[in-house]
């Protein structure tokens, strides 16, 4: 099993930042990826999530959808 799972590093300590469902004292291999303070990770981290496990074609119809503005205006009066 793989998962990317974003930590706080405080006092020596990572500290996941969402539960892990893992067995007591179960071993794992921690890669390391340094996040920008300043950015909105959390947002991009929700939106990670909103995608994972969808398929090419059904990326593409969010994105057809999500770029369609006539969706979202109203006609002009």
């Keep these: ?7 706080m590093y405080e006092n020596g300590v990572l500290t996941p930042l969402e539960p892990l469902d893992l067995p007591n004292r179960q071993r794992v291999t921690i890669s390391i990826q340094a996040l920008d303070d300043d950015a909105d990770f959390d947002g991009l981290a929700a939106w990670h999530r909103v ?3 969808l398929a090419e074609n059904e ?3 969010i994105e057809r959808i999500a770029l369609d ?3 979202f205006m109203r006609p002009a009066a």
């Design 1 to 7: 099993m793989e998962r990317v799972v974003e930590a």
């Design 51 to 53: 995608y994972e496990g």
């Design 59 to 61: 990326l593409g119809v």
């Design 69 to 71: 503005r006539t969706a």
